[in-house]
């Protein structure tokens, strides 16, 4: 059964870029699409953008296009999300989240902890 | 973009009770509604796609309904184990996503 592992907490400086990966294990990643979604502690989700890894296709959420970067490398079954001249506001929790397609996102990493300070 | 509202904010409930948890869409969104249980210092787990259908392993006590811009996610039974937060997720326009702001249950 795929499970999805996230890399480990990340603490930061502003205008700093952050690279957090996301690892299947027990699937192919090339099967589906993944999103990436950002929980501020205490606060809601937020979907940030997705990738089809077996075209490259991505897609971002219109407000946050400017400073987020998606990748995939199917040889390690690996998806990654860059984080680019971050900033206090960025300190949030980032989940990886497996897309099946206008069904939802039916298995999720465990989160990684982004913290920006100076 | 399209705006998900959750209603209430917090619900305080007892164990058995039932729970009826509401999301409303800014425009119609069809049935391409999914509801998701956040229990305390984990990550999301997928309850309900489609507006009504169960996700594998979730057990029946929880039940979605509706379509177009009205939605509720109703459990039954309340077990201790249910204390959450529950956001509700169109995927209307997908690949973009937008979620609610989410609805606390109190057990």
């Known amino acids: 059964q795929m499970q999805l592992v996230q890399s480990g907490a990340e603490v930061t400086k502003p205008g700093s870029s952050v690279k957090v990966s996301c690892t299947t294990s027990?699937?192919?990643?090339?099967?589906?699409?993944f999103a990436w979604v950002r929980q501020v502690p205490g606060q809601g989700l937020e979907y940030l953008g997705g990738?089809?890894?077996?075209?490259?296709?991505?897609d971002f959420a219109p407000r946050i296009s400017a400073s987020v970067a998606i990748t995939a490398d199917i040889s390690t079954n690996t998806v990654y999300l860059h984080l680019i001249n971050v900033a206090s506001a960025d300190t949030a929790i980032y989940y990886c989240?497996?897309?099946?397609?206008?069904?939802?996102?039916?298995?999720w990493g465990q989160g990684t902890m982004v913290t920006v300070s100076s | 973009e399209i705006v998900m509202t959750q209603s209430p904010a917090t619900l305080s409930v007892s164990p058995g009770d039932r729970a009826t948890l509401s999301c409303r869409a800014s425009?119609?969104?069809?049935?391409?509604l999914a509801w998701y249980q956040q229990r305390p210092g984990q990550a999301p787990r997928l309850l309900i796609f489609?507006?009504?259908t169960r996700a594998t392993g979730i057990p029946p006590r929880f039940g979605g309904s509706g379509s177009g811009t009205d939605f509720s996610l109703t459990i039954s039974s309340l077990q201790s184990e249910d204390l959450a937060i529950y956001f509700c997720?169109?995927?209307?326009?997908?690949?973009?996503?937008?979620f609610g702001q989410g609805s606390k249950l109190d057990i």
């Open positions: 989240a497996r897309d099946r397609t206008e069904t939802g996102y039916d298995l």
């Open positions: 027990g699937g192919t990643l090339s099967a589906y699409s």
């Open positions: 990738i089809i890894p077996i075209s490259g296709a991505t």
């Open positions: 425009q119609s969104v069809g049935d391409d």
């Open positions: 489609e507006a009504s």
């Open positions: 997720q169109q995927y209307k326009t997908w690949p973009s996503s937008s």
